[in-house]
Nanobody
Framework: EVHLVESGGGLVQAGGSLTLSCAGS????????IAWFRQAPGKEREGVGC????????VYADSVKGRFMISSDRAKNTVHLQMTSLKPEDTAVYYC?????????WGKGTQVTVSS
């Protein structure tokens, strides 16, 4: 059974940094693209970035490009989202999922709150 568990969220001041983690079980990360998504209050869930381990490629939403970086820990089957220069508009619940996302794999996410 596949499980994806996000962690690492918290409250941070604007300009600060956080690193989120996505721990997967039940499938090998290296065979899939893993993406980060976020959903702010009152808004639809949006893609933040995607990592493909097979070729090491990453893509990011324009809104986070240059500030966020996705990395992976193969041994721990974990993907990280390193967030820097955080802005209040980055406040959201952050989720990870395969890409394209699979509905039944959505986890509870981790809350990131950026204060101004």
């Amino acid at each position: 059974e596949v499980h994806l568990v996000e962690s690492g969220g918290g409250l941070v001041q604007a300009g600060g940094s956080l690193t989120l983690s996505c721990a997967g079980s039940g499938f090998p990360f290296e065979d899939y693209a893993i993406a980060w998504f976020r959903q702010a209050p009152g808004k639809e869930r949006e893609g933040v970035g995607c990592f493909t381990r097979s070729d090491g490629s990453t893509v990011y939403a324009d809104s986070v490009k240059g500030r966020f970086m996705i990395s992976s820990d193969r041994a721990k089957n974990t993907v990280h989202l390193q967030m820097t220069s955080l802005k209040p508009e980055d406040t959201a619940v952050y989720y990870c999922n395969k890409y394209p996302p699979i509905d039944k794999y959505w986890g509870k996410g981790t809350q990131v709150t950026v204060s101004s």
